[in-house]
């Protein structure tokens, strides 16, 4: 087995016992007072009991440690997959959306998440998903508008008479009449 990797020479162990005490972040305090232990003398297993991790986690925050400082030793964000959309496909898609569908060419009279997934992959050979898409359009400032439905059969006359003829929707009550006991 090897040696183990050399801690830096610029911190010592009361300095990470002080940026433990000072860290708002519970895991980086934990990890810094584990590397005290080692700038103290312990073991990489001791340090590791007070880590609560394995001997291969403690190396790789000394590993952290060693290149970055007390900051390597604070929990990063996983940077997760790239975009699909660029700001390419971002313009072309505003600019449909603003154009609006042509119905002989694009066979629909509105746009629906679904029609957009189709025309990006016909256009650009990306697959994206409707929630995907309808997120970037939601980034975009756009929001669905459905119109409200109306039915076949409805009486325009009928709606008006109907309006007239309603009741304001408040009145103002008369006054309290006296109950018998008082």
Partial sequence: ???????????DAPALR????????????RRLLALA????GSSRAEAAK??????????????????QGPAGLINRKPPGASA???????HALKAMVEAGPIPAVHGVVRWRLVDLVQWFWEEFRVSVSRQTLGRELHAMGYTKLSARPR?????PEAL?????????????SGRPKPSASA
């Fill in 1 to 11: 087995m090897g040696r183990p990797l050399p801690l830096r020479a610029d911190f």
């Fill in 18 to 29: 002080r940026l433990a005490k000072r860290s708002d972040d519970a895991n980086q305090a």
């Fill in 37 to 40: 232990a080692i700038y103290d």
């Fill in 50 to 67: 007070i880590g609560d991790v394995t001997v291969q986690i403690v190396r790789d925050w000394v590993e952290r440690f060693n290149i």
């Fill in 84 to 90: 699909r959309l660029t700001e390419e496909h971002r």
């Fill in 151 to 155: 039915h076949h059969g409805q009486n």
């Fill in 160 to 172: 008006e008479a109907f309006k007239k003829a309603s009741r304001p929707r408040w009145r103002r």
